[in-house]
């Protein structure tokens, strides 16, 4: 089995901020290309956009989140994907509705992309879009599945999240909220472990 150049973001590494409102994990930061939040937003909480991140990828994982801009206002649940843009100080929040209970989401900033607001809507077992310089896809699995990646172009880069249950790729293990980033890859080999394991596929190009 080949094996390319990688880096893998375990989740006891990962860098994690805690205030009354809301925690935030960073998953992945990669300096000047991309980087990925898991959020959970406390009831009747909220949490800013940080600056410089005017466009932003939004994956409700549990529960509804508002999502307020300059010129999107909408409200999101788990069965959807938002790109949404144009924040600024004052504007550029993600709510939770709810009175007694937390939400979670992921945010992925893209940093070399910029695009339209845009609402999707998931579904399984493959849900997949193309963007001018990436593609994204979400795919779910079944108990001890194997799957073999092809990429969209040759020499890509490809960064994989597991957002549930736990896959094996070429003889790496990551588990629920980690991260493995290949680079250069031609085809990427994996394994799910558990039933309704679901991944997250970014593919930059």
């Not at 800013?48 to 206002?73: E, H, R």
């Not at 992925?108 to 001018?132: A, G, M, N, V």
């Not at 073999?148 to 790496?172: M, W």
């Amino acid at each position: 089995m080949k094996q390319f150049p990688s880096t893998i973001y375990k989740r006891f590494l990962q860098k994690q901020e805690n205030t009354a409102a809301f925690q935030c994990t960073t998953i992945v930061a990669i300096p000047n290309e991309l980087t990925i939040y898991d959020l959970v937003i406390f009831p009747e909480h909220q949490w800013q956009i940080p600056p410089p991140d005017t466009s932003i990828i939004l994956l409700p994982l549990a529960g509804t989140i508002g999502v307020n801009c300059v010129t999107f206002s909408e409200e999101l649940s788990p069965s959807q994907l938002a790109f949404a843009s144009n924040f600024d100080e004052k504007s550029g929040r993600i709510t939770n509705p709810y009175n007694n209970d937390a939400v979670n989401f992921l945010a992925i900033q893209i940093k070399k992309s910029s695009f339209e607001q845009r609402l999707y809507t998931i579904e399984f077992p493959l849900f997949e879009l193309t963007h001018d310089n990436f593609y994204l896809a979400i795919r779910k699995f079944g108990n001890r599945e194997e799957y073999d990646y092809h990429p969209q172009k040759t020499s890509s880069e490809l960064l994989i999240v597991c957002l549930a249950g736990a896959f094996e790729f070429e003889n790496r293990l990551v588990e629920d909220r980690e991260a493995l980033r290949l680079m250069a890859i031609d085809k990427c080999e994996m394994e799910s472990l558990i039933e309704d394991s679901i991944l997250l596929f970014i593919e930059q190009y």
